[in-house]
């Protein structure tokens, strides 16, 4: 191959990196989102649903928001619960630690509190967690009776263990997108005890009305990771 040749051909393999490749961007980003994603068995692409046995599914879609155009992920429980997941391998929380996500609610399970068992309900919850089994989790939620700012902690039969915050309850405005930001690597090791990031972690979103028998409909735009 000739210098000129040679010159042109990594010439646009850089300008192709990152089309094929991501950003090449230090420190930016990774953002997962629902752009060019299609549902597939009740989760958009790259995501895997999850329902609880006896209970109805929620239904996770793929909408177009009427204010910015983009495409995103809308959950609907109806007397009904259920999760996506993400697998977390290649996100590496200790340098990408910042968690930030945009999210807005249409309809909260009227009367659901997190610190109530017989009413453990949100609009929608984020989870970070591990093990397949007995599970541990931090969960970032969109509350309603229960505080915003609250934290809390929830076993459930003995095998499942949630600490909680509440992000938003229902005084926040329905309808409005709102933007969040936690430091999750510090709220992992400091719930968990450890001082370092477990491995296996997966992403699940939620939203669930079973246990008061109501609706939640709530929307995603996008979860990303960034350094601190």
Same mark, same amino acid.
């Given at each position: ?17 990152? &089309? ?14 629902f752009?060019?994603?299609?549902? !597939? ?9 999850? +329902?609880? &046995? ?5 239904? &996770?879609?793929? *909408? ?23 697998d ?5 929380? !200790?340098? =990408? ?18 610190? *109530? !068992? ?6 929608i ?5 591990y ?7 931090? #969960? ?11 934290? +809390?902690?929830?076993?459930?039969? +003995? ?15 329905l309808? *409005?997108? =709102? ?26 979103? #939620?939203?669930? #009305? ?14 990303? &990771?960034? !350094?601190?």
């Open positions: 191959m000739s210098n000129g040749k040679r010159k042109i051909w990594m010439l646009a393999a850089l300008f192709l990196a990152p &089309f094929l490749f991501g950003k090449l961007t230090a420190g930016g980003p990774i953002r997962l989102d752009q060019g994603k299609r549902i !597939e068995d009740n989760a958009p692409t790259g995501w895997k649903y999850r +329902g609880k &046995f006896g209970t109805e599914d929620a239904v &996770f879609q793929l *909408v177009r928001d009427p204010q910015s155009g983009k495409r995103v992920l809308k959950m609907t429980a109806d007397k009904a619960t259920g999760v996506v997941l993400y977390m391998e290649k996100i590496d929380l !200790e340098k =990408y630690p910042m968690m930030r996500w945009k999210w807005k609610v249409e309809v909260l399970p009227a009367g659901a509190d997190a610190r *109530v !068992e017989a009413k453990d309900d949100q609009g919850s984020i989870y970070i967690g093990g397949r089994f007995s599970q541990t989790s931090v #969960s970032y939620a969109w509350q309603t009776v229960t505080p915003k700012g609250e934290t +809390g902690k929830s076993v459930y039969n +003995g095998l499942v263990t949630t600490y909680w915050r509440s992000m938003r309850d229902e005084k926040d405005g309808n *409005v997108w =709102y933007t969040e930001e936690r430091n999750v690597r510090d709220d992992i090791k400091r719930l968990f005890g450890t001082k370092k990031i477990p491995s296996g972690l997966g992403l699940t979103v #939620s939203t669930n #009305s079973q246990y008061t028998g109501t609706k939640a409909v709530c929307y995603l735009e996008y979860i990303e &990771f960034a !350094e601190k």
